[in-house]
Structures are given as structure tokens and as C-alpha cells.
């Protein structure tokens, strides 16, 4: 089962029930564990960090664990990186007289 665009959720025994808005108002779903939801922007809302919050957050140490204490195996990566390049730089605009001469240059590129 699936639930769309949820904007409130509540679980039940087995069970969740998801209310969503449609066209015609708002649509309540019953939906059987395990299911798919998808958020819609007003299922929740987002807290942001302060000033003085973001100054304390960058005086505290930050921990780091090694991957083997948390149980994962050690190995080599499974992806590669084969090649990393930036995008070609972007060609500027040209302006043309009327639309004549415009369906002509796209033409002489090969566009249309």
C-alpha cells in the first residue's frame, strides 16, 4: 500500500492512517503496515537554527567513530571514480535582428 502526498500521519496497531488534500477537500487513508508514504510541505514544520545556536554548535568537538567499532567490514570501495572534469563553460547570448535571422542561426546549428 501505498500513501501520497501525506499531510498528517498517524499510526495506529498495524496500521497507519494518512490524511492527504485533494481537489475536492481532504482524503483520509487507512493503509495496512508495511506502506509507502510520500511527504507533502505541510506534514511538518521545519525548525531553524538560531545565531547563538550555530555559534554553540561550532565550539563543540565533533566525535569521530571508526567505521569498525560500529561493526561495519573494512574492504575496498565498491565504486571507482573513472574520470571528474567540469562542465564545458556556457557559450554566451547573441542577440538578433527579427525572427527570421534567428530561425536561420538555428537552423545553421542544427537545432531545428
Not at 18 to 34: A, K
Not at 74 to 103: I, T
Request: aromatic share 2%.
Amino acid at each position: 500500500p501505498q500513501g501520497t502526498f501525506a499531510s498528517r500521519v498517524e499510526l495506529e496497531a498495524g496500521a497507519v492512517r494518512v490524511q492527504r488534500e485533494v481537489d475536492g477537500g481532504l482524503e483520509t487513508l487507512r493503509l495496512r503496515l508495511p506502506a509507502v508514504l510520500t511527504a507533502d510541505l505541510r506534514l511538518n514544520e521545519p525548525r531553524y537554527a538560531t545565531l547563538p545556536n550555530i555559534m554553540k554548535a561550532k565550539k563543540k568537538p565533533l566525535e569521530v567513530v571508526p567505521a569498525a567499532e560500529l561493526g561495519v567490514p573494512a574492504g575496498a570501495p565498491r565504486l571507482k571514480v573513472l574520470q571528474v572534469q567540469e562542465p564545458p563553460p556556457r557559450a554566451g547570448g547573441e542577440k538578433v535582428e527579427s525572427v527570421e535571422s534567428l530561425l536561420g542561426k538555428l537552423r545553421h546549428a542544427g537545432r531545428i
